[in-house]
């Protein structure tokens, strides 16, 4: 062994992603959504009016990958688009009732996963662990924590 720490953080934490994310894709499977699909309801349904770009920049996902996802929750009738108030060239995206509804159970889902993966830890671990990880995010990719203030709480279902 090296005098490097093993397992790393890197190492870690893309353990603990792939294990979360691995069981959250499996149950969400069930109501017919992908991980990318079930973080554009999740965006959409905390901050309406986002576009399909400033969902994947949040995700972490490309916009093409992010564009296929919400395009076929449009198709589902779970997403709609409205032009942009000031950009011709965007278009905002808004949960539908359905979309809403189906937001709110695959969050219920998302949060269960995670309890039941945190489960172990004392309630002051668990604190710690949030803090931890929020800072690491809001210094990696703060996007993905931003909330729109142009446009949140219009077009609610």
């Given amino acids: 062994m090296t005098d490097t720490v093993f397992p790393t953080i890197g190492y870690l934490a893309w353990q603990v992603s792939q294990n979360i994310a691995g069981r959250l894709e499996r149950e969400l499977r069930a109501m017919d959504l992908t991980l990318a699909q079930y973080n554009a309801l999740l965006h959409t349904v905390r901050t309406p009016g986002l576009s399909s770009a400033d969902i994947a920049r949040r995700s972490g996902l490309t916009a093409q990958s992010m564009g296929a996802a919400v395009n076929q929750l449009i198709e589902r009738g779970l997403l709609r688009r409205e032009p942009h108030p000031t950009s011709r060239r965007s278009m905002c995206?808004?949960?539908?009732?359905?979309?809403?509804?189906?937001?709110?159970g695959a969050d219920e889902i998302a949060s269960r996963i995670t309890a039941e993966a945190t489960s172990h830890l004392s309630p002051a671990d668990n604190t710690t662990l949030h803090g931890l990880l929020y800072d690491l995010v809001q210094e990696l990719n703060p996007d993905s924590l931003a909330r729109s203030e142009a446009m949140t709480g219009q077009g609610q279902p």
């Fill in 93 to 104: 995206l808004f949960a539908t009732v359905e979309g809403h509804n189906a937001g709110v």
